[in-house]
């Protein structure tokens, strides 16, 4: 058997001012072949889980781009169409594969193209008519028509925190398996939400929900059962929520699937719908700290959903209320990383914090600091993988410690912070600029996390976002978006 693989992946907001183009790939993860023997990045998980597969069985694997882009705003259409061709390049030059797999992320928008994903599976498929495609990806993720046309099997992470992608990578390689050696029929249904909305999973109660999807495979022939939860950020025409269901043979039962779990995931919205303290609220907790450590989630500046991650809304408010035992970040900010390692460890020096990528940043905070720390070419842990922050610095300044990376990314995991010598222990408060995905790592070790919305490319007051392109009601836009259909 000859499988053919490949990962390409970005998560596209829209409303970003950040332009994707070639770099923001090379930086973060690009690897023109094989890049699962080469790269920890967690994106190229899926790939090394296929490989250990395809290889244990004594099948041939080509390997062909493996590529992520920090979210940010579209894709350069040039950019796009040579990522695109790489791998079509590829597959002509593989000859006829059984079996294609592909880990996309499944929200990547680029210049005149909504669905890239949908762009590439289609034209694979316009390749190689009888070939088994099958596709992992992330929940944050546009369902299109054209996908599922395109691909066989179609399946997207469980949770959120994304602490299963390999996992589910793992069900992608056997399903598709199955369906090229005959044991399944796979029939696909999709079945349209129409909401736009963040789902926790470790929070009851969407994790009875995701764990009643596990519970539902492999009974009675439904073979797979995915939320996609959707990537509200976006304005584009398959913008919202979705549930995948594959039954074994029979279109019906995937369709009856997924509609249950539809019809769950709507009855639960008011339940599931976020708690998020106002930017006041966080500082007033913040001045008067209960017992043990909590966390405050930045939720409108997190990187991972395409924004800038250098808002000072939060920050600026925290120096002005002389909040104490705070530690922030991740900021990006390459021209202040640059300043404190031309400083040097110990040194002060005036520097201007945050502000600068456009009016979703705020102002610029200037402050007073000492630099506590430089470490260069830090990373991150994220998943069973790393993830680079660029150059990175620790400054305080007043009971503030605030922590300056020059590559954008989240605040994925504690040892962020520990790579600059800050122990989160030490301190009462600490915010972090993520929207859910920092809770994997600091909820074991957090008395509370709490969410707060501050401001942001990413706002998750789903009321106010604009999405002409929707193409369709969408709740909580409207009350009812079934009304009338
Ligand atoms: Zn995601």
Not at 116 to 137: F, K, M, N, T
Not at 138 to 152: K, N
Not at 219 to 232: D, K
Not at 350 to 365: A, D, E, M, T, W
Request: charged fraction near 20%; proline fraction near 6%; charge should be negative.
């Amino acid at each position: 058997m000859k499988l053919f693989i490949a990962a390409i992946g970005t998560e596209t907001n829209t409303f970003s001012p950040i332009p994707t183009g070639w770099a923001a790939y090379r930086e973060d993860l690009f690897v023109r072949r094989d890049g699962s023997l080469t790269s920890p990045h967690w994106f190229a998980g899926p790939l090394r889980v296929w490989r250990r597969a395809a290889e244990s069985g004594g099948h041939e694997v080509i390997e062909s781009v493996a590529a992520f882009a920090q979210p940010a705003g579209p894709t350069r259409a040039r950019v796009w169409a040579e990522m695109r061709q790489m791998v079509l390049d590829d597959l002509d030059a593989a000859g006829t594969p059984d079996m294609v797999l592909l880990n996309l992320h499944g929200a990547m928008v680029a210049e005149g193209e909504d669905d890239c994903e949908g762009d590439l599976a289609s034209a694979i498929r316009a390749r190689l008519p009888g070939v088994v495609i099958g596709v992992e990806l992330d929940l944050h993720c546009h369902i299109s028509d054209r996908l599922v046309a395109a691909a066989d099997i179609v399946v997207t992470y469980k949770e959120y925190p994304h602490t299963d992608v390999d996992a589910r990578a793992a069900d992608v390689y056997r399903l598709a398996a199955a369906t090229r050696s005959g044991a399944i029929r796979p029939a696909v249904a999709v079945i349209d939400c129409r909401m736009l909305a963040v789902w926790r999973t470790p929070r009851e109660p969407v994790r009875s929900l995701v764990d009643a999807m596990s519970a539902a495979e492999g009974q009675g022939g439904v073979l797979s059962v995915s939320f996609a939860h959707g990537f509200p950020w976006a304005d584009v025409p398959d913008v919202g929520a979705r549930v995948i269901a594959i039954a074994d043979g029979d279109p019906a039962l995937a369709d009856r699937t997924a509609r249950a779990f539809q019809q769950r995931i709507w009855d639960l919205r008011f339940k599931t719908r976020d708690t998020l303290l106002t930017l006041n609220d966080a500082i007033g907790r913040t001045l008067a700290p209960e017992p043990g450590l909590t966390i405050f989630a930045d939720v409108c500046d997190n990187a991972g959903a395409g924004t800038s991650s250098d808002a000072t809304f939060l920050l600026s408010a925290l120096v002005e209320a002389r909040a104490r035992n705070v530690l922030t970040g991740l900021f990006w900010d390459p021209v202040a990383v640059r300043l404190c390692f031309e400083a040097g460890e110990g040194s002060r020096l005036p520097l201007r914090i945050g502000g600068k990528v456009g009016p979703f940043s705020g102002q610029p905070v200037d402050l007073d600091v000492t630099v506590r720390a430089l470490a260069p070419e830090a990373s991150q842990t994220y998943g069973t993988g790393r993830q680079a922050m660029g150059d990175a610095a620790l400054v305080s300044a007043d009971g503030i410690d605030v922590a300056l990376i020059s590559l954008r990314t989240q605040t994925f995991h504690p040892d962020a912070f520990a790579a600059l010598g800050a122990d989160i222990r030490a301190y009462r408060s600490v915010y972090v600029k993520s929207a859910q995905h920092f809770s994997a790592g600091f909820a074991p070790v957090a008395e509370r996390i709490l969410y707060v919305s501050a401001g942001g490319a990413a706002d998750p007051d789903f009321e106010r976002i604009a999405l002409p392109r929707a193409g369709r009601p969408l709740w909580p836009l409207v009350e009812d978006p079934f009304a009338g259909n």
